[in-house]
């Protein structure tokens, strides 16, 4: 039982990454670049996090220095990468195509993890992952039409599915050094803004954020909603459980994503998209069932 709320967590976590698209939009519209977008939703998402720690538990805000390359790595190896990679393969391919690889994440999530925690390869892990992976093409229209591919596009959103993996990875080794999941994310996203600042500067998101309070108001609700609340579920989340398992029941997020298109956007629907939510949430189903071993009677 105490293992639902880690769950709950991980799948509320995906389901809001999965307005990400909607904000992304109509940012763009207001004039914000992928850059100005990066910078702005990271850096509100630090802010509520330091104020948050500040409040409540100051002391969580000392790290170790040797412990420094933890947070380097949910920041800029995971975040930054993720972010700049995601948003860029939208632009070279269809949205489809970009989140199909994108969620090549729990592939590589599962690989490393094995590795470097010791999960076991299990054949409920195999089985779910599969199902989510699949699950994930039908949602985002595998074979349709709309679906296109690029070379650069490709290299951009296998990016984006290692960056994805890698704050599961990062992640869970910093909790591991003792630290709690409110002070990974706030380094996490304090690193990936400061690394957007350096490449490429404040200037434009500061100024398209403070042209009006709808802007404003647009960028804090970006914030809120697909960077700050997901990692608070997310990271709590990872604290009770494999790597691999959180990554693969966050694979509800395309499933969101497709909701929001229909509400939004008239996005048509069909029935491999149907087919596709089924199978996503099988998986979820499947990583969720314990299995019951059968005890023999003596005589």
């Known amino acids: 039982m105490s293992k639902n709320k880690y769950s709950a967590c991980v799948i509320l976590a995906g389901c809001l990454w999965g307005f990400m698209g909607l904000f992304r939009r109509y940012l763009g519209a207001a004039g914000m670049s992928t850059a100005g977008v990066i910078i702005v939703r990271s850096g509100i998402c630090a802010l509520l996090f330091g104020v948050g720690l500040l409040i409540k538990n100051p002391a969580a805000l000392k790290v170790k220095l040797k412990d420094i390359w933890c947070f380097f790595g949910t920041g800029i190896l995971s975040l930054l990468l993720l972010s700049y990679c995601y948003f860029n393969a939208m632009t070279l391919m269809s949205l489809s195509a970009a989140a199909i690889l994108m969620y090549t994440a729990p592939c590589f999530v599962i690989i490393i993890s094995t590795f470097v925690f010791k999960e076991k390869l299990t054949a409920k892990k195999i089985t779910a992952l599969l199902l989510a992976f699949g699950g994930c093409c039908f949602v985002c229209g595998l074979g349709s039409s709309d679906t296109h591919m690029t070379t650069a596009g490709i290299l951009y959103g296998l990016g984006s599915g290692i960056g994805y993996s890698l704050y599961s990875i990062f992640g869970k080794l910093a909790m591991n050094r003792g630290y709690s999941s409110n002070t990974v994310n706030f380094y996490t996203t304090l690193f990936a803004c400061l690394g957007a600042v350096i490449i490429w500067g404040p200037g434009e998101p500061v100024r398209v954020m403070f042209a009006s309070w709808q802007n404003a108001l647009l960028c804090v609700a970006a914030g809120l909603v697909t960077c700050y609340l997901p990692y608070l579920f997310y990271t709590y989340g990872l604290s009770g459980l494999e790597a691999g398992k959180a990554a693969i029941m966050a694979s509800v997020e395309p499933v969101v994503a497709m909701l929001v298109g229909m509400v939004f956007f008239n996005e048509s629907v069909t029935l491999l998209n149907g087919a596709g939510v089924v199978l996503v949430l099988?998986?979820?189903?499947?990583?969720?069932?314990?299995?019951?071993?059968?005890?023999?009677?003596?005589?």
């Open 282 to 299: 099988g998986s979820i189903v499947v990583l969720n069932t314990k299995v019951h071993k059968k005890t023999s009677l003596q005589a």
